[in-house]
Every structure is written in C-alpha cells, then in structure tokens.
C-alpha cells in the first residue's frame, strides 16, 4: 500500500531554520506530483509548496517564497521542505501529498516556532 512518511519537525526559535522529509513507497514516486500542505490550530489546510514530477517546476505560497525551498529525488522516493527564516505563523502540522489520478497524504509532522 501506499505509505507516506514525513519527518524533521519539530520546535525551532523564530529565524531558525527545519528541513522536513518525506519517504514515499508503494507507488511509482517518479509520475507523482508531490506536495506540502501545513494546517494551523483552528484553520484549514493550505498548500505551501509543490513540485512537478520531473522536478525542474516548482510552485510557492506567497507566504514562504523566499525562505522556504522543496525538493524532491526520484532515485529515493524523497521529496524535502527546507525552511528558513521560520516565524510564528509558519506553526503548523505539515503534510505531505502525493497526487495523480489518486491522492495519498501523510500522517504530519508537527512544527513549532516560538522563542
């Protein structure tokens, strides 16, 4: 089946820096488009970043363009989220998506920011 397993949140001090990883397995990882979404206390999901399934496209919230970067590899059915110049409002639980014909999510990786 097909498991999607973020990792690297935690609680960090606003200005500092996560990378954030998620493992896929169960699909052919190459043919996916792959995401992350974050989801604050008492808010919906949002999109934070995507990655078009060859790698070169990349789209960004306008809230992280400039501080957040995603990357993906295809050899290790990998996709990354490093974050820099984290703040507050960056808190949330992260997801990862996967997304064809069929979409798959993670289970969350929580982060914090705060002094």
């Known amino acids: 089946q097909v498991q999607l397993v973020e990792s690297g949140g935690g609680l960090v001090q606003p200005g500092g820096s996560l990378r954030l990883s998620c493992a896929a397995s169960?699909?052919?990882?190459?043919?996916?488009?792959m995401s992350w979404y974050r989801q604050a206390p008492g808010k919906g999901r949002e999109l934070v970043a995507r990655?078009?399934?060859?790698?070169?496209?990349?789209h960004y919230a306008d809230s992280v363009k400039g501080r957040f970067t995603i990357s993906r590899d295809n050899a290790k059915n990998m996709v990354y989220l490093q974050m820099n110049s984290l703040k507050p409002e960056d808190t949330a639980v992260y997801y990862c998506?996967?997304?064809?014909?069929?979409?798959?999510w993670g289970q969350g990786t929580q982060v914090t920011v705060s002094s």
């Open positions: 998506n996967a997304r064809v014909s069929m979409e798959f």
């Open positions: 169960g699909l052919s990882f190459r043919n996916y488009i």
């Open positions: 990655i078009m399934d060859g790698g070169a496209v990349t």
